[in-house]
């Protein structure tokens, strides 16, 4: 099949040498505007720490209270009420759902309209609760704000990952997880002033997350659409003006044509999330489903939800638990700005596999202290419980230059423009699927459990770490329009790949058949 007649390939032939342009002001602005959807993540997964205060307990959760103030209960299980674990598990549940919903969104409207949607939502969510005066109003707003972490999570990590320079996307990718955890640490100060403000202190708490929301949907609808989404929706000319604005140069025909030829298979390919059941992105597809996955069961959210709960469950006062929780917060920002600065010169896979082994040791020795100093019936002394602060630190400072940012980072960048929305969409599913099952478990595995909850979640990590090293090609510096053409040069995955020929003008689907390969649904 030749000539004009030969149906779209999507891009086959290496570019990057030949891309043009530096850092510039309006991508910048693009980012740090559009990184702000990740403070929202962040700021609910630290506000959720509400629910060590009386106030709060007392009026939606009056058993817990009781539960929690009386001296013969089980440490480990004073917290243990499922519909507490609703009242932070229900977000993620709602946002698993709205993800799904936000694909065809952000592919046919662009990733603009899928963050204003997420802005408009979390403010929706964050009155609600705010004024809420009985459980099912609090569980109605956190479920609106589901719905705008859905549409926020799927859209910004996309956005970011287009709008950057091939050389630069990983840092600047990155800004997502540095605003989240720019949120869960403001969300621990906030607590840690509001637990003074009594009776309704929470609701403050609760309320603020309206801050990070209205500036969402405000920069949403300043920003400029991506490059790759206006070419992607016909919008060509408009396309190259975004491009030559974001790069600083009229020279972008490289990259350009990558986003032409990515673009041009784009529009044959109808059905998204079939197609990326395809075994030419089966790569991608596993990648889409266990980067998130394991991210989860590090256990980081157990840690960032329940810190104050887990601090009070070892023997540390309300105050104390909270400044602990808000001083875990600083590290996991500490450490992402690590990550921000190491990322596009080390590579992803030395900084996941290298913060796998460090995580595993540390919750190691915190499982080994909470066996021998804590119990049902007995409090970890001071020095003890300054050990398994510093420990829990150390954890959060290794996850924050590893799984934390690149959970995110990896799956965003390694989709083929025509399956792009959709695997961010099964990413941020899969992710708000494993907190909404640690969210919602976590608190009767700790009872369960007790301290060998720790050593199940180092076992996870020693399987993501290996499975890292094993099938994670390194995509430090390789254009994201190019990401195609990684897979079938991998150890383990060109073996899974359809078969690569040279073509004229690069590679291609051996046997010349472009149609079977790229232009159906057809699976080879």
């Known amino acids: 099949m030749a000539g004009s007649m030969a149906p779209p390939r999507g891009v086959t ?13 309006a991508v910048a602005m693009a980012c740090i505007v559009a990184a702000i959807g990740g403070s929202i993540f962040g700021y609910d997964i630290g506000i959720s720490g509400v629910n060590t205060m009386d106030p709060f307990l007392e009026k939606f959760f009056p058993v817990v209270f009781r ?40 592919r046919n409207y662009g990733r603009r309209a899928s963050i204003i949607c997420g802005g408009i939502s979390f403010l929706i969510g964050a009155a609600l609760n705010a004024a809420a005066a009985n459980l099912t109003v609090l569980i109605i707003g956190r479920i609106m704000l589901g719905v705008g972490i859905g549409f926020g999570n799927q859209a910004v990590p996309l956005y970011l990952s287009e709008m ?44 603020l997350a309206a801050a990070p929301a209205l500036l969402m949907t405000i920069g949403g609808i300043l920003l400029p659409e991506t490059p790759n989404s206006l070419i992607e929706r016909g919008h060509v000319e408009e396309g190259r003006r975004v491009l030559e604005l974001i790069r600083g140069t009229a020279e972008v025909d490289a990259e350009f044509t990558d986003m032409s030829e990515a673009s041009e298979l784009a529009k044959t390919i109808k059905h998204p999330f079939r197609s990326i059941l395809e075994r030419r992105n089966r790569p991608q597809l596993v990648m889409a489903v266990c980067m998130p996955a394991f991210q989860i069961l590090t256990g980081i959210n157990s840690i960032l939800f329940y810190a104050p709960v887990l601090f009070q469950s070892m023997g540390f006062g309300a105050s104390a638990s909270l400044y602990s929780s808000m001083l875990t917060g600083a590290v996991l920002l500490f450490s992402t700005l690590i990550s921000i600065a190491t990322v596009d010169r080390l590579g992803r896979r030395k900084l996941l596999i290298s913060g796998g082994i460090q995580m595993i040791v540390c919750q190691v020795i915190v499982a080994g202290i909470l066996a021998a100093k804590f119990g ?24 924050g230059w590893s799984w934390g940012p690149l959970g995110w980072t990896v799956p965003s960048e390694i989709f083929a423009l025509e399956t792009r929305s959709a695997g961010q969409s099964i990413t941020v599913a899969v992710n708000l699927f494993f907190t909404f099952v640690i969210a919602q478990a976590f608190l009767s595995l700790l009872c369960a459990f007790k301290f060998a909850i720790f050593i199940f979640f180092a076992c996870w990590i020693g399987v993501m770490t290996a499975f890292v090293h094993v099938f994670l090609p390194e995509t430090k510096g390789v254009p994201i329009e190019e990401m195609v053409l990684l897979w079938s040069k991998h150890r383990f995955w060109r073996n899974v790949m359809p078969d690569m020929a040279p073509l004229e003008d690069g590679w ?5 058949d472009c149609a079977a390969a790229h232009g159906s649904n057809i699976q080879k």
Not at 13 to 25: I, V
Not at 185 to 196: L, P
Request: aromatic share 10%.
């Open 67 to 106: 539960r929690k103030n009386s001296p013969t209960r089980n440490n480990y299980c004073k917290y243990d009420n499922q519909a507490l674990s609703a009242f932070t598990s229900s977000l993620y549940l709602a946002g698993q759902v709205s993800t799904l919903a936000a694909a065809p969104v952000t």
């Open 376 to 399: 049902a019936d007995k409090q970890l002394s001071q020095s003890c419980s300054i050990a398994v602060v510093v420990v829990i630190c150390l954890f959060m400072l290794a996850f």
């Open 164 to 207: 950057a320079p091939a050389h630069l996307r990983g840092g600047l990718n990155m800004m997502f997880q540095l605003a989240t955890t720019l949120g869960i640490f403001t969300a621990n100060m906030i607590n840690f002033g509001t637990q003074k403000i009594k009776p309704w202190g929470w609701r403050l708490s609760l309320g």
């Open 508 to 512: 291609g689907p051996a046997g010349g």
């Open 13 to 25: 032939k290496e570019r990057a040498a030949e891309y043009k342009g530096h850092m510039t002001f």
